[in-house]
């Protein structure tokens, strides 16, 4: 079993930054599938930033260069840096681990 709790979400104004959190607990080893994916109003979930086999990183195409997932494996936690935010980013965060396992989410809303 895997826990996962995620924070760091809130309200930015587009072209602000955002750092989120997650939290891991139980069956964690650093080869793990982990990382972030987002679910927007009305639409289906997605893939924002994960890590495979523990060091392959994966970007969606929306994301990259805005965004920089890294992983702290003594501490069991996954963190999302957000940056150059656009309010098309807005979206319940979800973290993830290979299981699959998700956490509760967290809300980005990205709006002047």
């Known amino acids: 079993q895997v826990q996962l709790v995620e924070s760091g979400g809130g309200l930015v104004q587009p072209g602000g930054s955002l750092r989120l959190s997650c939290a891991a607990s139980g069956s964690i080893f650093s080869l793990n599938d982990m990382g972030w994916y987002r679910q927007a109003p009305g639409k289906g979930r997605e893939l924002v930033a994960v890590?495979?086999?523990?060091?392959?990183?994966r970007y969606s195409d929306s994301v990259k260069g805005r965004f920089t997932i890294s992983r702290d494996n003594a501490k069991n936690m996954v963190y999302l840096q957000m940056n150059s935010l656009k309010p098309e980013d807005t979206a319940v965060y979800y973290c993830?681990?290979?299981?699959?396992?998700w956490g509760q989410g967290t809300q980005v809303t990205v709006s002047s």
């Open positions: 890590y495979f086999s523990g060091s392959i990183i």
């Open positions: 993830y681990h290979v299981g699959p396992y």
